[in-house]
């Protein structure tokens, strides 16, 4: 095995990781802001504040998805930094990928 062979193979490895990482990161951060989502997200108007309480649920909603695209932006990069590593794995070993399709033999 030759050492470029090596390197090409730990980066991709690494960039596979990372990727898995990231989207581990995005479920486990849903899982806490939806597992109790009035903890993040308060409808009622602060005390001592003017402002109507349609406002403040408007707010509200706009805070959840904005929060939303945030875990699809990371659940997107995490997916195409995984799929990236795993294509840099397999251009280091000269193999060609595993095909998902199935077979139409």
Do not use: C, H
């Not at 090409?8 to 990482?21: D, K, N």
């Not at 990231?22 to 009622?44: D, M």
């Not at 805070?63 to 939303?68: A, F, G, M, Q």
Request: no cysteine.
């Amino acid at each position: 095995m030759r050492k470029g062979d090596l390197l090409g193979r730990i980066i991709g490895m690494v960039v596979f990781l990372g990727g898995i990482g990231l989207l581990a990161f995005v479920f486990a951060t849903a899982y806490s802001w939806f597992s109790t989502p009035s903890a993040a997200l308060p409808t009622a108007p602060a005390p001592g504040s003017n402002a109507p309480a349609a406002a403040q649920l408007g707010k509200s909603a706009f805070v959840l998805l904005e929060k939303i695209a945030l875990l699809i932006v990371m659940t997107i990069v995490g997916s195409l930094l995984a799929g990236r590593g795993v294509q840099l794995y397999f251009a280091a070993v000269n193999a060609k990928p595993p095909s998902i399709a199935p077979n139409d033999e």
